[in-house]
């Protein structure tokens, strides 16, 4: 929605860096994860996701790493934008039971040009 | 293909009126999504729908808040009567099987003065 992030941690990166966004998940029964993109006014957008038998993955410019001993995610941004520039947040859920996605307290990411 | 569509997008009302949402999923995807997001933090899953039944709705104030999925495609969700901490943006997300990424609508933004 408009002003998302606002109270949000906030990571500033110049233009053409290299970006990593971190998150830490709460549930070890959790087995897949997206990041989605949240841009101001607008709803959470996928980005990528990873199963838990994978300890990374790769799209465009992006890479997710996961690290299950330690309950840790990242997010890998390369060559950053000034169309990055949004909300990041990390889901968890089981696939198992109800399948609910629990989300993370978002990370705002400002490109700096 | 078209996305996941909601309205209306911003509403105001007034505290102890009542207010409803419209969700219509990406056709033929089976699991849809009401999330609440509060200015600066992640969504907060409010209930799960697979196709017409209720999987999850343990984080829904049941007291106020209502949905329903009659055909398993169109969803509605209601407040009544409405409190001024209901004011957020409501999101709705569907997915083609559990287990698989959410897509979400760009949300409805409530103000409750």
């Known amino acids: 929605g408009e002003n998302v992030g606002l109270h949000l941690p906030t990571l500033s990166v110049q233009e053409g860096d290299n970006s990593i966004i971190n998150c830490a998940y709460s549930n070890s029964a959790s087995d897949y994860f997206i990041w989605y993109k949240q841009e101001s006014g607008k709803g959470p957008q996928f980005i990528i996701d990873?199963?838990?038998?994978?300890d990374k993955r790769q799209g465009q410019r992006v890479t997710v790493l996961l690290n299950k001993t330690v309950k840790h995610l990242s997010l890998q941004i390369a060559a950053t934008q000034p169309g990055d520039s949004a909300v990041y947040f990390c889901?968890?859920?089981?696939?198992?039971?109800?399948?609910?996605?629990?989300f993370g307290t978002g990370t705002r990411l400002k490109v700096l040009a | 293909e078209a996305g996941v569509a909601q309205s209306p997008r911003y509403k105001i009302i007034e505290k102890r009126q009542s207010v409803a949402f419209w969700c219509n999923p990406i056709?033929?995807?089976?699991?849809l999504y009401w999330y609440q997001q509060i200015l600066g933090q992640g969504p907060k899953l409010l209930i799960q729908f697979q196709n017409n039944g209720v999987v999850d709705d343990s984080q829904l104030p049941k007291d106020r808040f209502s949905a329903e999925r009659l055909k398993g495609v169109d969803s509605t969700l209601k407040i009544q009567p409405a409190k001024l901490e209901d004011s957020a943006v409501y999101l709705c997300a569907s997915s083609k099987y559990r287990g698989t990424e959410a897509f979400f609508g760009q949300g409805t933004r409530l103000t409750v003065v």
């Open positions: 990873i199963r838990s038998n994978m």
């Open positions: 889901a968890e859920t089981p696939t198992s039971g109800t399948y609910k996605y629990i």
């Open positions: 056709s033929g995807h089976a699991t």
